[in-house]
């Protein structure tokens, strides 16, 4: 995965292009192992502290802060994110996948983790030398466990967390990845409640760049003076042309020459009025993108 960045450090790649590349084909990568394998959390930070230093970074692959944290990008864009595909919950959907193979399909690996693990055995549990697949399930137990998603009876061994599986990650008998992968990264990483219409950002006529600026807007994650001031960068907090604060809200929509910059875009691209002629922005926060 660090060669294949590489090969892309002499490319004038945009916030886009980068989050196009990592989910089309970093996570694609790590993918395919956390399919068969279950990768140590340590591995897993690693691999997000790379692919996260690739987002942020320059051209030339070199460090840059990083305005936001992995955990709030890494979402879906329903709750709040960027967008990009978190690893962590790549990996519990697909171990979420084997419990349902596990119970659901006639298999010779099926019948071989029943025989020898759940039918001769107390209650489910791993010891030394049991099967990586079987131990990885039981560590997915736990850990569905310890997230206490639900009010799950720990001594039903396997009827409540199968039929959790099947209610949040199948469709008529059939697992669907992406429903898993969703319901485990609202588990992870819980959905916060927004200001605005996250989804109207990331409209397929939005260029992709365009809309990591302005989700990057709504979220201070841009080089103002107040964010510069969180690591430790005193600049003078104003505006170039006038007198006031130079905050995202004066910048985009008080501005003297915020109005005209405007209108000229409404008139070029035939789009209501965003902001009342007389009246000064309230908070970038409560203007929302037409649909």
Known sequence: M????????????????KKILINSVLTSMSAYVSAVLLPPRTIIKAVERLLSRFFWGGNDNSSRHHWAAWGKIAKPTSSGGM???DLGSQVMA????????????????ADFIRSSYVD????????AGDSPDWRRMVSFRLRW???????DDPADQTGSLLHRIRSGCCTVNRFEPNRAYT???????????????????????I???VSIFLWRLHHAALPFPKALNRIGISLVSKCPFCSNQDEPDHLFWSCSISPPIWTWFEVKLDVPTLLPPTSPAGGLSRHRLAP
């Open 207 to 209: 260029p992709e760049k």
């Open 145 to 151: 466990l310890a997230l206490a998603a639900w009010d």
């Open 83 to 85: 967008g990009i595909r």
């Open 120 to 127: 001769c055995r107390d209650g489910i549990r791993s010891s």
């Open 2 to 17: 660090a060669r294949r960045i590489a090969s892309w450090k002499n490319r004038l790649l945009s916030k886009g292009g």
């Open 94 to 109: 697909h171990s979420a996948k084997l419990w349902w193979r596990l119970f659901n399909v006639c298999s010779p690996w």
């Open 183 to 205: 319901l485990f990264n609202n588990l992870l990483l819980p959905p916060r409640q927004l200001s605005f219409q996250n989804d109207l950002l990331w409209h397929r006529l």
